[in-house]
């Protein structure tokens, strides 16, 4: 049988006249795409027309939700009362099943986004709060979440599918944890190099860290971000040479 490993991306981070990204050329690339809903970026207008291309490519639409930040870009912790946060969560994926729905698409599950998702993965009341607005909305939808981190476990008790994520250009510690982004080397740019780590993920399950001692890591998905210098090479090289070993890419998540 076919090894298959869903390979996404963040998009619908665009904002009027500022561009971020190139979603159009990434969508051929991914199987699933973590769409902006308003708060850290995207526009009304933008996040449409990335759905409608999500759409037309068969990709499958999760909603990327986070702090409400958009001069930080969503990658500022905050420290938001559970019920804010709950009623943020909910806000914002109602948001994007509204704009999915006239794309012709629909939402298909919950990806956080930055400072949210990296406080989530170890931080209980925050996490639980995101948890209780996926269930309010639709218990069905899956949480994405860091490979190996808490959140996983304790949405799993709470009844949610859970998607473990690993991120094909950032860096690892020896612990699992994510090299800081104000660190050396935590974003990693050698499109062979990411390709090569991705393979050794799947083949071998985990990846060789910052400190140089190989990393178990057992992941359901491959994020690249879409905002990266280089995202297309990197998500194609990606696909290229995980299709040349046999490894479909394929979304976690069902199709319309």
């Given at each position: 049988m076919l090894k298959t490993i869903d390979l996404n991306s963040d998009l619908g981070e665009s904002f009027g006249q500022w561009s971020m990204g190139d979603d159009a050329a990434i969508l051929t690339l991914v199987s699933s795409a973590n769409v902006a809903c308003g708060f850290h970026a995207g526009s009304p207008a933008g996040i449409l027309e990335t759905l409608k291309a999500a759409k037309?490519?068969?990709?499958?639409?999760?909603?990327?939700?986070?702090?409400?930040d958009l001069v930080g870009f969503g990658r500022r912790n905050m420290d938001v009362a559970s019920d804010?946060?709950?009623?943020?969560?909910?806000?914002?994926?109602?948001?994007?099943?509204?704009?999915?729905?006239?794309?012709?698409?629909?939402?298909?599950?919950?990806?956080p986004h930055?400072?949210?998702y990296n406080t989530i993965a170890h931080h209980?009341?925050?996490?639980?709060?995101?948890?209780?607005?996926?269930?309010?909305?639709n218990p069905q939808l899956p949480l994405v979440g860091l490979a190996g981190s808490p959140v996983l476990a304790l949405a799993q008790q709470k009844g949610l599918k859970t998607i473990a994520e690993a991120f094909a250009d950032r860096a690892y510690h020896a612990d699992g944890s994510?090299?800081?982004?104000?660190?050396?080397?935590?974003?990693?740019?050698?499109?062979?190099?990411?390709?090569?780590?991705?393979?050794?993920?799947?083949?071998?399950?985990?990846?060789d860290?910052?400190?140089?001692?190989?990393?178990?890591?057992?992941?359901?998905?491959?994020?690249?971000?879409?905002?990266?210098p280089g995202a297309i090479a990197m998500a194609a090289e990606i696909r290229k040479l995980?299709?040349?070993?046999?490894?479909?890419?394929?979304?976690?998540?069902?199709?319309d």
């Amino acid at each position: 049988m076919l090894k298959t490993i869903d390979l996404n991306s963040d998009l619908g981070e665009s904002f009027g006249q500022w561009s971020m990204g190139d979603d159009a050329a990434i969508l051929t690339l991914v199987s699933s795409a973590n769409v902006a809903c308003g708060f850290h970026a995207g526009s009304p207008a933008g996040i449409l027309e990335t759905l409608k291309a999500a759409k037309a490519q068969s990709v499958v639409v999760g909603a990327h939700v986070a702090y409400p930040d958009l001069v930080g870009f969503g990658r500022r912790n905050m420290d938001v009362a559970s019920d804010e946060l709950t009623a943020d969560v909910i806000y914002q994926i109602g948001a994007l099943q509204g704009l999915a729905r006239a794309a012709g698409t629909e939402v298909r599950y919950v990806k956080p986004h930055g400072a949210l998702y990296n406080t989530i993965a170890h931080h209980e009341r925050q996490a639980l709060a995101v948890i209780d607005a996926i269930l309010a909305v639709n218990p069905q939808l899956p949480l994405v979440g860091l490979a190996g981190s808490p959140v996983l476990a304790l949405a799993q008790q709470k009844g949610l599918k859970t998607i473990a994520e690993a991120f094909a250009d950032r860096a690892y510690h020896a612990d699992g944890s994510l090299v800081s982004r104000r660190e050396a080397g935590s974003v990693l740019h050698d499109a062979g190099q990411v390709a090569q780590r991705m393979l050794q993920l799947i083949t071998e399950g985990g990846v060789d860290s910052i400190e140089g001692k190989f990393t178990p890591i057992q992941a359901d998905s491959i994020c690249v971000h879409g905002d990266s210098p280089g995202a297309i090479a990197m998500a194609a090289e990606i696909r290229k040479l995980l299709e040349s070993q046999g490894i479909a890419i394929r979304a976690f998540a069902p199709h319309d």
